[in-house]
């Protein structure tokens, strides 16, 4: 499979405290993977440092290249949801100029159609939320760099983005996502990268990921698995005290 990106040894220091201590990762097309950690646990230093957008140690092959070239390689949603500008959806959306068919495929992926001459900044907060992803989906690059997508988003839109994620990579692209809700990780992702103080302390299938002695160590939680015929579920349960 191709490699999308790929990071040696990446360090993103806050003064000279490393908030993201020499993590390798490789993701190639075809993958769904999701970033998790407690809170301060270096999730978005990592997506920034891979990206060139904070100053790093070690590589990245996103960072090295090019800005016009890097954004036809890697699209990026950052946690920040604001909308500045009191422009429609459909020209908001179009900023990430990916070209007609990848803007009306974006709307129609996050069920964006019907507002497409709506003013974005009338919008709710989650409505707004939606577009925002819509706009990262239309830049059309072959990896999607996302930081807590489904932050301000009801039920429906959270499980919406996970499936649009998926369906990404099933078509042969790849998305890295930062998540906090373990339950939609665990049953969307193909693939779950635990951080912890800034180091990569786990790597693989969520089921392995989220372990009981990751999920005690890591979270300070224990939780439940259970295959059903709708697929995997997993629930954190409690606080271990």
């Not at 360090?11 to 990762?25: E, F, I, K, W």
């Not at 690059?141 to 996302?146: C, D, E, K, Q």
């Not at 302390?201 to 372990?211: E, I, K, M, T």
Request: aromatic residues 4%; glycine residues 12%.
């Amino acid at each position: 499979m191709t490699a999308l990106l790929q990071l040696q040894a990446l360090t993103v220091r806050r003064g000279q405290c490393p908030v993201v201590d020499a993590v390798d990762l490789t993701v190639s097309a075809g993958e769904f993977v999701g970033l998790l950690g407690p809170n301060g646990a270096g999730k978005t230093s990592l997506l920034r440092g891979a990206l060139g957008l904070l100053p790093h140690e070690g590589q990245s092959n996103l960072s090295a290249l090019p800005p016009g070239v890097r954004a036809r390689a890697a699209a990026f949603l950052p946690q920040g949801r604001e909308i500045a500008w009191p422009v429609t959806v459909a020209d908001l959306v179009a900023l990430a100029d990916g070209g007609v068919a990848a803007q009306g495929r974006a709307l129609a992926r996050m069920g964006l159609e019907a507002y497409r001459t709506r003013r974005a900044t009338e919008l709710s907060g989650g409505e707004q939320a939606r577009v925002l992803i819509a706009r990262a989906l239309a830049q059309d690059a072959p990896l999607l760099l996302a930081d807590e997508p489904g932050a301000g988003l009801d039920p429906e839109a959270q499980i919406r983005t996970m499936q649009v994620f998926r369906d990404l990579a099933d078509e042969g692209r790849a998305v890295v996502a930062s998540i906090h809700d373990l339950g939609l990780a665990a049953r969307h992702c193909t693939r779950l990268v635990l951080l912890h103080q800034g180091r990569k302390v786990a790597d693989g299938l969520p089921r392995q990921v989220l372990s009981a002695e990751n999920l005690a160590s890591v979270f300070g939680v224990k939780g439940y698995h259970a295959e059903t015929p709708d697929g995997p579920v997993f629930q954190p349960l409690g606080v271990i005290r």
